[in-house]
Protein backbone atom coordinates (compact mmCIF):
# COMPACT_ATOMS: atom_id res chain seq x y z
CA UNK A 1 0.00 0.00 0.00
CA UNK A 2 2.74 2.83 0.92
CA UNK A 3 5.09 1.22 -1.68
CA UNK A 4 2.05 2.04 -4.35
CA UNK A 5 1.44 5.81 -2.53
CA UNK A 6 5.04 5.89 -3.04
CA UNK A 7 4.91 5.19 -6.77
CA UNK A 8 1.63 8.03 -7.14
CA UNK A 9 3.69 10.60 -5.73
CA UNK A 10 6.38 9.72 -7.98
CA UNK A 11 4.57 9.84 -11.15
CA UNK A 12 2.72 13.19 -9.90
CA UNK A 13 6.20 14.63 -9.52
CA UNK A 14 8.20 13.18 -12.15
CA UNK A 15 5.83 13.51 -15.31
CA UNK A 16 5.15 17.32 -14.89
CA UNK A 17 8.89 18.47 -14.97
CA UNK A 18 9.76 15.96 -17.46
CA UNK A 19 7.44 17.20 -19.83
CA UNK A 20 8.42 20.51 -19.04
CA UNK A 21 12.48 19.54 -20.20
CA UNK A 22 11.59 18.46 -23.25
CA UNK A 23 8.22 21.30 -23.90
CA UNK A 24 9.12 24.51 -22.35
CA UNK A 25 12.12 25.74 -24.18
CA UNK A 26 11.06 26.41 -27.40
CA UNK A 27 13.81 24.08 -29.13
CA UNK A 28 12.45 22.55 -32.19
CA UNK A 29 11.82 18.60 -32.41
CA UNK A 30 14.69 17.74 -34.59
CA UNK A 31 13.03 16.47 -38.39
CA UNK A 32 14.08 12.99 -39.68
CA UNK A 33 14.20 13.41 -43.30
CA UNK A 34 13.34 10.98 -45.36
CA UNK A 35 9.75 10.40 -43.21
CA UNK A 36 8.35 13.87 -41.86
CA UNK A 37 6.32 15.73 -44.00
CA UNK A 38 6.00 19.15 -45.04
CA UNK A 39 2.87 20.76 -42.64
CA UNK A 40 2.28 23.63 -45.62
CA UNK A 41 2.96 21.65 -48.96
CA UNK A 42 2.23 17.75 -48.09
CA UNK A 43 5.68 16.28 -49.03
CA UNK A 44 7.64 14.30 -47.72
CA UNK A 45 11.31 16.09 -46.52
CA UNK A 46 14.04 15.25 -48.00
CA UNK A 47 16.81 17.47 -48.75
CA UNK A 48 18.65 18.34 -45.48
CA UNK A 49 19.63 21.51 -46.92
CA UNK A 50 16.78 23.29 -46.61
CA UNK A 51 14.53 22.03 -44.00
CA UNK A 52 12.68 24.28 -41.52
CA UNK A 53 10.67 24.34 -37.94
CA UNK A 54 8.21 26.30 -36.36
CA UNK A 55 7.72 25.73 -32.82
CA UNK A 56 4.23 27.24 -31.95
CA UNK A 57 3.12 29.19 -28.25
CA UNK A 58 2.16 25.31 -27.15
CA UNK A 59 5.76 24.43 -27.65
CA UNK A 60 4.23 22.28 -30.84
CA UNK A 61 6.88 21.66 -33.73
CA UNK A 62 5.82 22.27 -37.15
CA UNK A 63 8.08 21.08 -40.20
CA UNK A 64 8.87 22.36 -43.42
CA UNK A 65 10.62 20.75 -46.45
CA UNK A 66 12.00 24.46 -47.28
CA UNK A 67 11.94 27.86 -46.07
CA UNK A 68 9.72 29.08 -48.60
CA UNK A 69 7.14 26.41 -47.28
CA UNK A 70 7.58 28.47 -43.82
CA UNK A 71 7.39 31.84 -45.50
CA UNK A 72 3.72 30.78 -47.08
CA UNK A 73 2.35 29.15 -44.38
CA UNK A 74 2.95 31.91 -41.66
CA UNK A 75 1.32 34.63 -44.26
CA UNK A 76 -1.78 32.02 -44.91
CA UNK A 77 -2.23 30.83 -41.23
CA UNK A 78 -0.72 33.62 -39.26
CA UNK A 79 -0.06 30.90 -36.36
CA UNK A 80 1.19 31.82 -33.19
CA UNK A 81 4.40 31.22 -32.91
CA UNK A 82 7.47 31.44 -30.68
CA UNK A 83 10.55 30.55 -32.34
CA UNK A 84 11.65 29.95 -35.91
CA UNK A 85 14.32 27.67 -37.65
CA UNK A 86 16.10 26.95 -40.84
CA UNK A 87 18.50 24.76 -42.15
CA UNK A 88 22.33 26.94 -42.21
CA UNK A 89 23.06 25.65 -45.93
CA UNK A 90 26.48 25.60 -45.24
CA UNK A 91 25.96 23.02 -42.49
CA UNK A 92 23.53 20.32 -43.94
CA UNK A 93 20.93 19.35 -40.85
CA UNK A 94 21.34 22.40 -38.99
CA UNK A 95 18.68 24.36 -37.76
CA UNK A 96 19.64 28.34 -37.01
CA UNK A 97 17.48 30.88 -36.16
CA UNK A 98 15.13 32.21 -39.28
CA UNK A 99 15.02 35.59 -37.83
CA UNK A 100 18.80 36.40 -37.34
CA UNK A 101 19.94 34.27 -40.71
CA UNK A 102 20.40 35.66 -44.14
CA UNK A 103 18.91 34.47 -46.91
CA UNK A 104 20.28 34.09 -50.82
CA UNK A 105 18.18 33.67 -53.54
CA UNK A 106 19.68 32.49 -56.89
CA UNK A 107 18.58 30.87 -59.55
CA UNK A 108 21.62 28.80 -59.45
CA UNK A 109 20.67 27.23 -56.04
CA UNK A 110 17.48 26.13 -56.68
CA UNK A 111 15.79 25.05 -53.68
CA UNK A 112 12.54 22.25 -53.28
CA UNK A 113 9.58 25.05 -53.82
CA UNK A 114 10.99 26.82 -56.28
CA UNK A 115 11.94 29.99 -55.60
CA UNK A 116 15.83 29.29 -55.51
CA UNK A 117 15.91 30.20 -51.57
CA UNK A 118 18.84 29.65 -49.63
CA UNK A 119 19.35 30.41 -46.02
CA UNK A 120 23.51 31.09 -44.46
CA UNK A 121 23.46 32.11 -40.98
CA UNK A 122 25.95 35.24 -41.11
CA UNK A 123 25.85 37.45 -43.77
CA UNK A 124 29.26 36.94 -44.60
CA UNK A 125 28.36 33.08 -46.42
CA UNK A 126 25.83 34.51 -47.97
CA UNK A 127 27.60 37.51 -49.75
CA UNK A 128 30.39 34.48 -50.52
CA UNK A 129 27.53 32.36 -51.74
CA UNK A 130 26.36 35.82 -53.66
CA UNK A 131 29.50 36.36 -55.17
CA UNK A 132 30.05 32.70 -56.62
CA UNK A 133 26.57 32.35 -57.83
CA UNK A 134 25.09 36.02 -58.24
CA UNK A 135 21.12 36.72 -57.50
CA UNK A 136 20.47 38.75 -54.27
CA UNK A 137 20.73 38.71 -50.18
CA UNK A 138 18.02 39.61 -47.99
CA UNK A 139 17.41 39.30 -43.86
CA UNK A 140 14.36 38.05 -42.57
CA UNK A 141 12.20 40.75 -43.27
CA UNK A 142 13.60 41.59 -46.54
CA UNK A 143 12.76 38.02 -47.32
CA UNK A 144 8.79 38.22 -46.41
CA UNK A 145 8.63 41.23 -48.56
CA UNK A 146 10.23 39.42 -51.27
CA UNK A 147 8.12 36.22 -51.28
CA UNK A 148 5.00 38.63 -51.01
CA UNK A 149 5.43 40.09 -53.92
CA UNK B 1 0.85 23.19 -108.82
CA UNK B 2 4.82 23.94 -109.42
CA UNK B 3 5.16 25.74 -105.87
CA UNK B 4 3.90 22.71 -104.88
CA UNK B 5 6.44 20.38 -106.96
CA UNK B 6 9.11 22.53 -105.73
CA UNK B 7 8.38 22.29 -101.96
CA UNK B 8 8.29 18.29 -102.68
CA UNK B 9 12.45 19.06 -104.36
CA UNK B 10 13.10 21.02 -101.33
CA UNK B 11 12.00 18.56 -98.82
CA UNK B 12 14.03 15.27 -100.99
CA UNK B 13 16.51 17.69 -101.24
CA UNK B 14 17.51 18.07 -97.10
CA UNK B 15 18.70 15.21 -96.34
CA UNK B 16 20.69 14.64 -98.86
CA UNK B 17 22.84 17.91 -98.20
CA UNK B 18 23.30 17.15 -94.92
CA UNK B 19 24.36 13.51 -95.37
CA UNK B 20 26.91 14.19 -97.80
CA UNK B 21 28.70 16.43 -94.98
CA UNK B 22 28.27 14.07 -92.18
CA UNK B 23 31.83 12.88 -91.28
CA UNK B 24 31.86 10.06 -88.96
CA UNK B 25 34.55 8.89 -86.47
CA UNK B 26 35.25 5.87 -84.03
CA UNK B 27 36.74 6.54 -80.86
CA UNK B 28 38.41 3.58 -78.87
CA UNK B 29 40.00 5.15 -76.31
CA UNK B 30 41.38 8.89 -75.15
CA UNK B 31 37.41 9.91 -75.31
CA UNK B 32 38.02 12.70 -73.21
CA UNK B 33 41.16 14.54 -75.10
CA UNK B 34 39.19 13.97 -78.55
CA UNK B 35 35.86 16.12 -76.54
CA UNK B 36 38.20 18.68 -75.26
CA UNK B 37 39.62 19.49 -78.75
CA UNK B 38 37.95 20.73 -81.96
CA UNK B 39 35.51 18.30 -82.78
CA UNK B 40 34.83 17.71 -86.35
CA UNK B 41 32.91 14.48 -86.90
CA UNK B 42 28.91 14.79 -87.07
CA UNK B 43 28.54 11.41 -85.30
CA UNK B 44 30.90 9.77 -83.20
CA UNK B 45 30.55 6.23 -82.84
CA UNK B 46 31.98 4.73 -79.86
CA UNK B 47 33.73 1.32 -79.21
CA UNK B 48 32.31 -1.08 -76.46
CA UNK B 49 34.43 -0.86 -72.98
CA UNK B 50 35.20 1.13 -70.16
CA UNK B 51 36.19 5.07 -70.48
CA UNK B 52 36.51 7.02 -67.21
CA UNK B 53 35.27 10.13 -68.02
CA UNK B 54 35.11 13.26 -65.97
CA UNK B 55 32.28 16.23 -66.80
CA UNK B 56 32.71 15.40 -70.58
CA UNK B 57 31.41 18.69 -72.26
CA UNK B 58 29.93 17.86 -75.82
CA UNK B 59 29.16 21.89 -77.71
CA UNK B 60 28.55 20.59 -81.22
CA UNK B 61 25.96 21.43 -82.51
CA UNK B 62 24.29 18.61 -84.63
CA UNK B 63 26.53 15.99 -82.85
CA UNK B 64 25.96 12.47 -82.99
CA UNK B 65 27.23 10.17 -80.24
CA UNK B 66 26.14 6.51 -80.29
CA UNK B 67 27.65 3.40 -78.33
CA UNK B 68 28.61 0.05 -80.39
CA UNK B 69 28.57 -2.99 -78.28
CA UNK B 70 27.66 -1.01 -75.02
CA UNK B 71 29.90 1.02 -74.27
CA UNK B 72 30.38 2.42 -70.51
CA UNK B 73 31.11 6.21 -69.31
CA UNK B 74 32.10 5.91 -65.56
CA UNK B 75 33.25 9.35 -63.58
CA UNK B 76 34.59 6.54 -60.62
CA UNK B 77 32.15 8.79 -58.08
CA UNK B 78 33.96 12.19 -58.96
CA UNK B 79 32.28 14.21 -61.29
CA UNK B 80 29.72 15.17 -63.75
CA UNK B 81 29.32 12.47 -66.69
CA UNK B 82 28.26 14.24 -69.74
CA UNK B 83 27.60 17.77 -70.02
CA UNK B 84 25.98 18.53 -73.26
CA UNK B 85 25.08 22.18 -75.18
CA UNK B 86 24.18 21.29 -78.18
CA UNK B 87 21.32 21.83 -80.29
CA UNK B 88 20.19 18.36 -82.40
CA UNK B 89 22.47 16.25 -80.34
CA UNK B 90 21.85 12.58 -80.19
CA UNK B 91 23.07 10.11 -77.62
CA UNK B 92 22.07 6.55 -78.09
CA UNK B 93 23.19 3.20 -76.33
CA UNK B 94 25.07 4.15 -73.67
CA UNK B 95 25.92 3.23 -70.39
CA UNK B 96 26.56 5.87 -67.56
CA UNK B 97 27.69 5.04 -64.00
CA UNK B 98 29.08 6.18 -60.69
CA UNK B 99 28.93 10.20 -60.98
CA UNK B 100 29.90 11.67 -57.68
CA UNK B 101 27.26 12.55 -55.10
CA UNK B 102 27.88 16.46 -53.80
CA UNK B 103 25.73 18.67 -51.16
CA UNK B 104 26.29 21.70 -52.74
CA UNK B 105 25.90 20.13 -56.67
CA UNK B 106 23.34 18.51 -58.18
CA UNK B 107 25.74 15.62 -60.11
CA UNK B 108 24.30 14.27 -63.35
CA UNK B 109 25.32 11.68 -65.04
CA UNK B 110 23.64 13.49 -68.86
CA UNK B 111 23.33 16.71 -68.35
CA UNK B 112 21.74 19.16 -71.37
CA UNK B 113 21.49 22.39 -70.62
CA UNK B 114 20.26 25.28 -73.19
CA UNK B 115 19.07 23.26 -76.22
CA UNK B 116 16.98 22.37 -78.22
CA UNK B 117 15.32 19.12 -80.31
CA UNK B 118 18.02 16.88 -78.54
CA UNK B 119 17.51 12.75 -78.38
CA UNK B 120 18.33 10.67 -75.67
CA UNK B 121 17.74 7.01 -76.57
CA UNK B 122 18.10 3.63 -75.36
CA UNK B 123 21.00 4.72 -72.67
CA UNK B 124 21.56 3.16 -69.45
CA UNK B 125 22.38 5.08 -65.96
CA UNK B 126 23.54 3.30 -62.96
CA UNK B 127 24.67 4.48 -59.32
CA UNK B 128 23.96 7.74 -60.57
CA UNK B 129 23.26 10.93 -58.22
CA UNK B 130 20.96 12.13 -61.10
CA UNK B 131 20.60 10.50 -63.58
CA UNK B 132 19.54 12.64 -66.96
CA UNK B 133 18.87 16.16 -66.38
CA UNK B 134 17.43 18.87 -68.34
CA UNK B 135 17.29 22.38 -68.11
CA UNK B 136 16.36 24.91 -70.52
CA UNK B 137 15.71 22.61 -73.43
CA UNK B 138 12.98 22.27 -75.28
CA UNK B 139 11.45 19.89 -78.03
CA UNK B 140 13.17 17.21 -77.43
CA UNK B 141 12.60 13.47 -76.55
CA UNK B 142 13.87 10.60 -74.07
CA UNK B 143 13.21 7.19 -74.74
CA UNK B 144 13.78 3.60 -73.67
CA UNK B 145 16.48 4.60 -71.26
CA UNK B 146 16.88 2.67 -67.94
CA UNK B 147 17.47 4.44 -64.84
CA UNK B 148 18.82 1.71 -62.05
CA UNK B 149 19.86 4.08 -59.34
CA UNK B 150 20.92 2.15 -55.63
CA UNK B 151 19.98 5.37 -53.17
CA UNK B 152 19.44 3.82 -49.76
CA UNK B 153 19.44 7.24 -47.88
CA UNK B 154 17.26 10.00 -48.67
CA UNK B 155 20.06 13.23 -48.83
CA UNK B 156 22.25 11.26 -51.53
CA UNK B 157 20.18 10.42 -54.24
CA UNK B 158 19.28 12.38 -56.65
CA UNK B 159 15.82 12.41 -59.28
CA UNK B 160 15.49 10.27 -62.03
CA UNK B 161 15.10 12.26 -65.15
CA UNK B 162 14.48 16.06 -63.84
CA UNK B 163 13.27 19.00 -66.11
CA UNK B 164 14.01 22.16 -65.29
CA UNK B 165 12.34 24.77 -66.75
CA UNK B 166 11.71 22.91 -70.13
CA UNK B 167 9.33 23.08 -72.71
CA UNK B 168 8.00 20.04 -75.05
CA UNK B 169 9.70 17.30 -73.81
CA UNK B 170 8.44 13.81 -74.83
CA UNK B 171 9.42 11.35 -71.78
CA UNK B 172 8.66 7.86 -73.51
CA UNK B 173 9.01 4.04 -72.53
CA UNK B 174 11.79 4.72 -69.79
CA UNK B 175 12.47 2.52 -66.69
CA UNK B 176 13.40 4.22 -63.28
CA UNK B 177 14.09 2.69 -59.92
CA UNK B 178 15.31 3.53 -56.94
CA UNK B 179 16.07 7.24 -57.32
CA UNK B 180 14.81 9.77 -54.90
CA UNK B 181 11.95 10.66 -57.16
CA UNK B 182 11.35 8.56 -60.80
CA UNK B 183 10.25 11.79 -62.98
CA UNK B 184 10.53 15.16 -61.97
CA UNK B 185 9.59 18.21 -63.15
CA UNK B 186 9.79 22.23 -62.40
CA UNK B 187 8.53 24.66 -64.74
CA UNK B 188 8.32 22.01 -67.67
CA UNK B 189 5.44 22.66 -69.71
CA UNK B 190 3.45 20.80 -72.63
CA UNK B 191 5.08 17.76 -72.33
CA UNK B 192 4.23 14.13 -72.82
CA UNK B 193 4.96 11.62 -70.49
CA UNK B 194 4.29 7.75 -71.86
CA UNK B 195 4.45 4.44 -71.31
CA UNK B 196 6.99 5.16 -68.06
CA UNK B 197 7.76 2.31 -65.69
CA UNK B 198 8.84 4.16 -62.64
CA UNK B 199 8.99 1.99 -59.46
CA UNK B 200 10.77 1.14 -55.80
CA UNK B 201 11.75 5.01 -55.37
CA UNK B 202 12.62 6.53 -52.27
CA UNK B 203 10.14 9.51 -52.33
CA UNK B 204 7.77 9.71 -55.34
CA UNK B 205 7.48 8.02 -58.24
CA UNK B 206 6.21 11.22 -60.16
CA UNK B 207 6.54 14.68 -58.73
CA UNK B 208 5.53 18.17 -60.51
CA UNK B 209 5.06 21.62 -59.60
CA UNK B 210 4.13 24.64 -61.76
CA UNK B 211 4.28 22.50 -64.59
CA UNK B 212 1.42 23.33 -66.91
CA UNK B 213 -0.17 21.74 -70.07
CA UNK B 214 1.59 18.23 -69.43
CA UNK B 215 -0.32 14.90 -70.22
CA UNK B 216 0.47 11.44 -68.54
CA UNK B 217 -0.37 8.54 -70.28
CA UNK B 218 -0.08 4.93 -69.81
CA UNK B 219 2.86 4.88 -67.22
CA UNK B 220 3.11 2.62 -64.39
CA UNK B 221 3.92 4.02 -60.82
CA UNK B 222 4.42 1.39 -57.66
CA UNK B 223 6.30 0.23 -54.70
CA UNK B 224 7.35 4.53 -54.38
CA UNK B 225 7.85 4.98 -50.72
CA UNK B 226 4.80 8.08 -51.02
CA UNK B 227 3.55 7.02 -54.35
CA UNK B 228 3.04 10.39 -56.63
CA UNK B 229 2.22 13.85 -55.42
CA UNK B 230 1.84 16.77 -58.25
CA UNK B 231 1.10 20.20 -57.10
CA UNK B 232 0.69 24.11 -57.58
CA UNK B 233 -0.59 23.19 -61.72
CA UNK B 234 -3.69 23.63 -63.99
CA UNK B 235 -4.16 21.48 -66.62
CA UNK B 236 -3.23 18.24 -66.49
CA UNK B 237 -4.11 14.97 -67.64
CA UNK B 238 -3.35 11.89 -66.27
CA UNK B 239 -5.10 8.98 -68.38
CA UNK B 240 -4.94 5.24 -68.13
CA UNK B 241 -1.89 5.85 -65.55
CA UNK B 242 -1.39 2.68 -63.17
CA UNK B 243 -0.67 3.55 -59.22
CA UNK B 244 0.04 0.22 -57.52
CA UNK B 245 1.45 -0.85 -54.28
CA UNK B 246 1.98 2.19 -52.88
CA UNK B 247 1.78 1.75 -48.88
CA UNK B 248 2.78 3.80 -45.62
CA UNK B 249 1.72 6.33 -43.08
CA UNK B 250 2.29 9.03 -45.67
CA UNK B 251 2.17 7.42 -48.97
CA UNK B 252 -0.34 8.33 -51.66
CA UNK B 253 -1.24 6.71 -55.09
CA UNK B 254 -1.46 10.43 -56.41
CA UNK B 255 -1.22 13.31 -54.10
CA UNK B 256 -3.42 16.41 -55.62
CA UNK B 257 -2.27 19.54 -53.51
CA UNK B 258 -3.72 22.76 -56.01
CA UNK B 259 -4.05 21.64 -59.25
CA UNK B 260 -6.83 23.16 -60.97
CA UNK B 261 -8.68 22.54 -64.00
CA UNK B 262 -7.86 18.78 -64.68
CA UNK B 263 -8.31 15.39 -66.08
CA UNK B 264 -8.41 12.17 -64.22
CA UNK B 265 -9.39 9.21 -66.43
CA UNK B 266 -8.90 5.65 -67.13
CA UNK B 267 -6.88 5.29 -63.87
CA UNK B 268 -6.51 2.22 -61.74
CA UNK B 269 -5.39 2.78 -58.11
CA UNK B 270 -4.75 -0.70 -56.55
CA UNK B 271 -3.25 -1.33 -53.29
CA UNK B 272 -2.42 2.26 -51.88
CA UNK B 273 -2.90 3.34 -48.56
CA UNK B 274 -4.96 6.77 -49.82
CA UNK B 275 -5.85 5.96 -53.61
CA UNK B 276 -6.10 10.11 -54.28
CA UNK B 277 -5.74 12.77 -51.99
CA UNK B 278 -6.91 15.81 -53.02
CA UNK B 279 -6.27 19.07 -51.31
CA UNK B 280 -6.95 22.71 -52.48
CA UNK B 281 -7.50 21.44 -56.12
CA UNK B 282 -10.94 22.64 -57.90
CA UNK B 283 -12.03 22.08 -60.90
CA UNK B 284 -11.01 18.35 -61.22
CA UNK B 285 -12.43 15.75 -63.32
CA UNK B 286 -12.16 12.30 -62.22
CA UNK B 287 -13.87 9.78 -64.12
CA UNK B 288 -13.96 6.32 -65.10
CA UNK B 289 -11.07 5.34 -62.65
CA UNK B 290 -10.97 1.69 -60.64
CA UNK B 291 -10.32 1.76 -57.19
CA UNK B 292 -9.73 -1.87 -55.47
CA UNK B 293 -7.60 -2.91 -52.60
CA UNK B 294 -6.96 0.70 -51.37
CA UNK B 295 -6.98 1.64 -47.61
CA UNK B 296 -9.13 5.12 -48.28
CA UNK B 297 -10.04 4.77 -52.33
CA UNK B 298 -10.10 9.21 -51.95
CA UNK B 299 -9.42 11.32 -49.26
CA UNK B 300 -11.62 14.50 -50.56
CA UNK B 301 -10.58 17.78 -48.54
CA UNK B 302 -13.04 20.84 -47.94
CA UNK B 303 -11.34 23.34 -49.90
CA UNK B 304 -11.67 21.13 -53.25
CA UNK B 305 -14.82 23.01 -55.14
CA UNK B 306 -17.00 21.99 -58.37
CA UNK B 307 -14.89 18.69 -59.12
CA UNK B 308 -16.83 16.12 -60.91
CA UNK B 309 -16.43 12.49 -59.82
CA UNK B 310 -18.43 9.96 -62.19
CA UNK B 311 -18.15 6.61 -63.53
CA UNK B 312 -15.39 5.39 -61.18
CA UNK B 313 -15.46 1.82 -59.76
CA UNK B 314 -15.17 1.30 -55.85
CA UNK B 315 -14.36 -1.81 -54.99
CA UNK B 316 -12.78 -3.54 -51.88
CA UNK B 317 -11.41 -0.95 -50.10
CA UNK B 318 -11.65 -0.51 -46.66
CA UNK B 319 -12.94 3.27 -46.81
CA UNK B 320 -14.08 4.82 -49.93
CA UNK B 321 -14.36 8.51 -49.25
CA UNK B 322 -13.20 10.66 -46.71
CA UNK B 323 -13.54 14.20 -46.20
CA UNK B 324 -12.71 16.80 -43.22
CA UNK B 325 -15.07 18.79 -43.76
CA UNK B 326 -19.48 18.62 -42.94
CA UNK B 327 -20.09 21.02 -46.74
CA UNK B 328 -19.04 19.54 -49.87
CA UNK B 329 -19.08 21.46 -52.76
CA UNK B 330 -18.11 18.39 -55.50
CA UNK B 331 -20.61 16.28 -57.80
CA UNK B 332 -20.92 12.32 -57.25
CA UNK B 333 -22.92 10.85 -59.51
CA UNK B 334 -23.01 7.53 -62.01
CA UNK B 335 -20.33 5.71 -59.57
CA UNK B 336 -20.64 2.01 -58.25
CA UNK B 337 -19.44 1.47 -54.78
CA UNK B 338 -19.49 -2.44 -54.32
CA UNK B 339 -20.50 -0.76 -50.31
CA UNK B 340 -23.79 -0.21 -52.19
CA UNK B 341 -26.85 -1.71 -50.54
CA UNK B 342 -29.56 -0.15 -52.13
CA UNK B 343 -32.24 -1.78 -54.97
CA UNK B 344 -32.84 -0.65 -58.50
CA UNK B 345 -36.99 -1.43 -59.18
CA UNK B 346 -36.34 0.37 -62.30
CA UNK B 347 -34.02 -2.07 -64.15
CA UNK B 348 -32.06 0.79 -65.39
CA UNK B 349 -29.00 0.14 -63.89
CA UNK B 350 -29.01 3.07 -61.66
CA UNK B 351 -29.65 2.31 -57.82
CA UNK B 352 -33.04 4.39 -56.87
CA UNK B 353 -31.79 5.08 -53.21
CA UNK B 354 -28.58 7.43 -53.35
CA UNK B 355 -25.41 6.39 -51.95
CA UNK B 356 -23.42 8.19 -49.20
CA UNK B 357 -19.85 7.30 -49.10
CA UNK B 358 -18.78 8.83 -46.30
CA UNK B 359 -19.63 6.08 -43.51
CA UNK B 360 -19.54 8.18 -40.20
CA UNK B 361 -16.56 5.85 -38.80
CA UNK B 362 -14.28 7.23 -41.33
CA UNK B 363 -15.23 10.46 -39.60
CA UNK B 364 -14.59 9.41 -36.49
CA UNK B 365 -11.20 8.32 -37.95
CA UNK B 366 -10.40 11.84 -39.56
CA UNK B 367 -11.08 13.32 -35.70
CA UNK B 368 -9.29 10.14 -33.44
CA UNK B 369 -7.08 7.78 -35.62
CA UNK B 370 -6.50 5.64 -33.32
CA UNK B 371 -9.96 4.62 -33.44
CA UNK B 372 -8.71 2.43 -35.96
CA UNK B 373 -8.47 0.00 -33.57
CA UNK B 374 -11.54 -0.92 -33.85
CA UNK B 375 -11.87 -1.25 -37.31
CA UNK B 376 -14.11 -4.21 -38.52
CA UNK B 377 -15.50 -4.49 -35.11
CA UNK B 378 -19.73 -4.90 -34.51
CA UNK B 379 -19.71 -1.19 -32.96
CA UNK B 380 -18.85 0.07 -35.89
CA UNK B 381 -21.07 -2.13 -38.00
CA UNK B 382 -23.73 -0.74 -35.65
CA UNK B 383 -22.87 2.97 -35.58
CA UNK B 384 -22.39 3.13 -39.46
CA UNK B 385 -25.95 1.89 -39.65
CA UNK B 386 -27.39 4.31 -37.19
CA UNK B 387 -26.04 6.88 -39.54
CA UNK B 388 -27.07 5.52 -42.84
CA UNK B 389 -30.51 5.67 -41.67
CA UNK B 390 -30.46 8.96 -39.79
CA UNK B 391 -27.33 10.90 -41.45
CA UNK B 392 -26.34 13.79 -38.41
CA UNK B 393 -22.62 13.30 -38.80
CA UNK B 394 -21.60 12.58 -42.58
CA UNK B 395 -21.43 15.79 -44.95
CA UNK B 396 -25.62 16.38 -45.84
CA UNK B 397 -24.71 16.89 -49.49
CA UNK B 398 -21.72 14.68 -50.20
CA UNK B 399 -24.19 11.78 -51.60
CA UNK B 400 -24.32 9.31 -54.74
CA UNK B 401 -27.52 10.37 -56.53
CA UNK B 402 -27.43 7.56 -58.65
CA UNK B 403 -24.93 5.17 -58.14
CA UNK B 404 -24.52 2.10 -60.45
CA UNK B 405 -25.59 -1.26 -59.92
CA UNK B 406 -23.33 -3.34 -61.73
CA UNK B 407 -19.41 -2.87 -61.54
CA UNK B 408 -17.13 -2.97 -64.80
CA UNK B 409 -13.17 -2.49 -65.29
CA UNK B 410 -12.20 -0.07 -67.56
CA UNK B 411 -8.64 -0.38 -66.77
CA UNK B 412 -8.46 -4.51 -67.17
Known amino acids: MKNKLINYIFLLIFFPSASCIYGCSGEPDPINYGSDICTHCNMKIMDNRFGSVMVNSKNKTFKFDAAECLVDYLKETNPDFKSLFVTDFNNPGTLIDAKNSFYLISPKRKSPMGENLSAYKTESD ?21 LGK | MIRRLFHILLLLLIPAVSYSVNDTLTVNDNLQSYFAGIVTADTVFISGGTYYVKDLRVTKQSISIIGLDNPKFDANKESEILIAEADSL ?16 DFAAIRVQNSTACRLIDNTVENSFFAIYLSNCSNTLVSGNRILGNSVSESFSGNGIHL ?42 LHFMFSEGNKYVMNSFSQNGAGVAVM ?8 NNNFFDNWGSNSYGLLFKDIDNSTVAFNKFRRNTVGIYSEGSNRLLVSKNVFIDNGWAMKILGNCYDGVFNYNEFTNNTFDLATNSSRSNNTFCYNYWDKYKGYDLGK ?21 PDAMIILNSFVVDIIDFAEKVSPAFTPETLSDEKPLMKGFSYAN
Not at chain 1, 134 to 141: A, L, N, P, Q, R
Not at chain 2, 232 to 239: G, L, N, R
Not at chain 2, 348 to 368: A, C, K, M, Q, T
Open chain 2, 164 to 205: WNCNKIFIFNNEICRQRDGIYLEFATNSIILGNNSYSNLRYG
Open chain 1, 126 to 146: AGHAKNSLGGEVFDWTGLNNQ
Open chain 2, 348 to 368: DGIGDVPYRPVSLFSVLIENS
Open chain 2, 90 to 105: LIKGITFSNTGVSFIT
Open chain 2, 232 to 239: YTKKVSMI
